[in-house]
């Protein structure tokens, strides 16, 4: 998103989302250095989580493609409940 549809926005809801943007920058290079696994019921697709301050990017990791996929992005509160 430019930085001119931002104007409009909560200045809340900028932070937050230029903190997670960033976040997952740099995360880029070496995912595994940032990222931790999710607990999840057994057979279910292996996922991972991020920490950005209190939310949370649940991703999946396609190591032979070379891909992060964000599934999700969430208050910690909440975010756990869905993936369990």
Do not use: C, T
């Not at 920490?51 to 070379?66: F, H, P, S, V």
Request: charge should be positive; proline fraction near 5%.
């Amino acid at each position: 998103m430019q930085r001119e549809h931002w104007r409009n926005l909560n200045k809340k809801l900028v932070k937050k989302s230029i903190k997670i943007y960033k976040n997952l920058q740099k995360i880029k290079s070496n995912p595994y250095k940032f990222i931790e696994p999710l607990n999840r019921p057994k057979g279910a697709e292996p996922l991972y989580k991020l920490r950005i301050g209190e939310y949370r990017a649940i991703m999946a990791i396609r190591n032979n493609e070379m891909v992060i996929l964000v599934v999700d992005i969430g208050h910690r509160k909440i975010i756990y409940r869905k993936y369990q």
